[in-house]
């Protein structure tokens, strides 16, 4: 089987936007599992993911309160098509990011985490997959807001795409 999936990240709704894009509900409504790696902000947001998606895996992040902490933990892992998958908000400074989340995630084949809203795609010298989706809502210094899309299949991660968020 393959299993379609949406890496976001950093949404910050009501602070950063009001509401999600349009774009990112619908990348939802085609995902088979949805990640999102935390700075949610409301309650109400993770009520509507938990409403729109087939599975969602989530956690919080530094900006989530004790309304989402009580109900996200700060790590997840799961097995999806035999491709082990880890998630956390925060990796730390990117130097040294590969070898710190080798060691702190050895079981993992993939890590999705957030926090910077900079995208990222790298592997570990032993092969751990490290991915930030950005954020849909909060570019920072980024050119555009993005998130990532992939599809896993057959113990194997393929085509993992940065998306650009189109603005009306």
């Not at 590969?98 to 957030?114: I, M, N, S, T, W």
């Amino acid at each position: 089987m393959t299993a379609r999936l949406l890496l976001v990240s950093d949404t910050h709704v009501p602070v950063r936007a009001r509401k999600l894009p349009d774009q990112i509900w619908a990348a939802v409504a085609s995902a088979d599992v949805v990640f999102h790696a935390g700075d949610w902000v409301s309650v109400e947001l993770l009520d509507e993911f938990e409403q729109r998606s087939r599975r969602l895996v989530g956690v919080y992040g530094n900006n989530d309160g004790d309304d989402l902490r009580l109900r996200l933990p700060e790590t997840a892992a799961v097995t999806l098509e035999g491709v082990r998958f880890a998630m956390i908000h925060e990796t730390g400074q990117a130097a040294g990011r590969e070898q710190r989340c080798e060691a702190l995630f050895p079981e993992a084949d993939v890590l999705v985490f957030g926090h910077s809203h900079i995208p990222w795609d790298s592997t570990s010298r032993h092969g751990l997959r490290l991915l930030n989706p950005g954020s849909p809502t909060d570019r920072r210094r980024q050119p555009v807001c993005t998130y990532m899309t992939a599809t896993v299949a057959d113990g194997a991660l393929l085509n993992v795409e940065l998306v650009e968020v189109q603005r009306p």
